[in-house]
Structure formats: C-alpha cells, structure tokens
C-alpha cells in the first residue's frame, strides 16, 4: 500500500517526459507531416565523396575518371623491366633519382640516377627504367 504513490509519481514523470518527447518530434515535422531533413546530400542521408570533395581532392577525384593522374598520385603502372618494356619514371627534369627494390622481399633500397634518352638499368638487379617527360597539372 505504501509503494503505490511512490509508483503512481514515477510513472506521471515517465509519461509527462514521453509527451514532451512526442510534442518534440510533431514540432520537427513540416506540414505534410513527414519529419523534415536537412542533409547536404541531395537524397537526403550521408553525402557521396563527390558531393563533399572540394580543391585539390575534387580536381584529383575528376581526372581520375578520365583516366589521368595530373600529380603522380597513383601508383605506377606495372611493367616487366625488360629493354622492350621498361618500367616508365615520370618527371618534369631531364634527371630523376630512382629507387628499385631488386627482390620482393628485400629490405634494402638500390638508388641511382636515370636520365633522360635511353633506357637505363638497376646495377644490381639489372631492371630496366625509362624517363618520360611529365608536365604539371597547373
């Protein structure tokens, strides 16, 4: 008999809290009495990469549709290393510092400097690399 006001009190609180909560959300609805959404996304929920990028991230993130790669951004494209079919160095000189890993799982880096003309080979492993000429994005 005691615990019953006690019950009665918790529950108006509990009902009176789930009320405002109600009225909360009829307010949020717009006059068609669908809940109202503002989104950056155009329908409506999280916006695409394409719809949030901007600068240098939208500029990349288009060129890559056609195909491009304006700032080397992307790896290179694999090639045997042959003299027939050596690997192309992109640069914007006619000299480049190269790097060759002359085995898959070696550690250590064999450099040395390729420069424009023919194709050149590692001293170690013997691949071969070309310098092609690369002009900038901008």
């Not at 005691?2 to 529950?11: C, F, N, Q, S």
């Not at 170690?124 to 070309?130: E, L, M, P, S, V």
Request: charged share 25%; proline share 7%.
């Amino acid at each position: 008999r005691h615990l019953l006001p006690r019950l009665d009190a918790r529950a108006s609180r509990l009902l009176r809290g789930a009320g405002a909560l109600a009225a909360q959300a009829l307010r949020a609805c717009g006059p068609s009495g669908v809940a109202a959404v503002r989104s950056m996304a155009s329908g409506g929920g999280v916006p695409t990469d394409d719809e949030q990028a901007t600068g240098l991230e939208r500029e990349v993130m288009l060129a890559a549709r056609k195909g491009l790669d304006p700032y080397n951004i992307l790896p290179p494209k694999g090639a045997s290393g042959t003299k027939e079919d050596p690997n192309l160095v992109p640069s914007v000189t006619n000299k480049r510092i190269v790097g060759c890993i002359c085995e898959e799982d070696n550690t250590s880096v064999v450099w040395f400097w390729l420069h424009e003309g023919e194709a050149q080979r590692c001293p170690r492993c013997g691949a071969h690399y070309k310098l092609v000429p690369h002009r900038l994005a901008h």
